[in-house]
């Protein structure tokens, strides 16, 4: 009799997701599910890159946003304990970028390190050599080699790997050097959402960008086609109040909408 069913091995690096969903959902996280108009940013983008500048409208983004928490480091900070919080000087950015390993599509984190101090052009070109890079079985993190003590980690039952999220969050030096202080998941990069989506993240603060979608706006009490891009943020109300939620998030709006160092 002919089965009716098939089983298929779960990549090992997708443990490692389960485990953060899990750990993630005792975050106190404040979604704000965001539309961006980014009509003037793509024009500028577009004629960039007709003149042979190698940018990409993903790592203009990821510029923008380290800009933006430049100007408000409180947001990217670890809650270091009941009375204090550690800021550190660099936004290092924690990317998923999916792979093909042995035959599957899976996603891989990508560590960017100093967004706030690299081009759009260099940041755009660690994205690029993450995509061609090839990968095996034992990779779980996009540009490192992966140390023996990681690898064990996939050996261990469920309750001791989260018990092992729950230490390095603990220990924010520790989380800011394994996966810096501020998350990117673009689904928008698979695939057109004309939606939002919300994601999970052991971040301070983090991002989930959908799909560029022309919308009807009104600017000037006239209706417009504009393209807009729908991103969720998540940001962690054990590290920053209300108010500086805002401030940063309109920062955030004026540099995206201006098309910051597109000019």
Known sequence: MEKSFAFNIVPTSRIASFDVYSVAKLKHHVAAFLEFDVTESRIKIKQLKRSGQNISFNAWLIKVIGMALELHPEVS????????LITFKDINISLIVEKEIEGKKVPMPLIIEQINKKSIAEIAQ???????????????????????????????PGFMRRVFWHFMLRNPKMAYKNMGNVGITSLGMIGKINGWFIHKSLHPVSFGTGSIIKKPIVINNEIKIREILNVT????????????????????????????ELA
């Open 233 to 260: 943020v998540l940001l962690d109300h054990d590290v920053v109040d209300g108010a500086p939620m805002v401030r940063f998030l309109n920062d955030l709006n004026n540099l995206i909408e201006k098309g910051y």
């Open 77 to 84: 900070s670890y809650l270091y304990n009941k009375k204090k």
């Open 126 to 156: 660690e994205i690029e050599n993450a995509k061609t890079k090839v990968l095996s079985n034992n990779d779980i993190v996009l540009h490192k080699r992966s140390k023996k003590y990681e690898n064990l980690y996939y050996l261990l």
